[in-house]
């Protein structure tokens, strides 16, 4: 579960640029972060309707050894 809620605070960060505001004032602030949640709905809806594919996972030094033997 942890995962899934980094993944989500990173593609905030990484496709709107949550961590900084544009406004002052705590309910323009509030309106910045809806759009940026909404974005990102769109950006994941969009990627589901043309089912483009999820990026690789990284695998682990312990997982990679494993594969090996």
């Given at each position: ?35 940026a949640a909404?974005a990102?709905n ?13 990026g ?14």
């Amino acid at each position: 579960i942890r995962a899934g809620v980094e993944g989500t605070i990173s593609q905030a960060v990484r496709r709107t640029c949550i961590r900084r505001t544009r406004y002052t004032g705590l309910p323009k602030t509030h309106l910045g972060h809806v759009f940026a949640a909404t974005a990102i709905n769109i950006i994941r809806l969009d990627a589901w309707l043309t089912e483009t594919p999820l990026g690789p996972t990284r695998t682990s030094h312990l997982a990679r050894l494993d594969l090996a033997a």
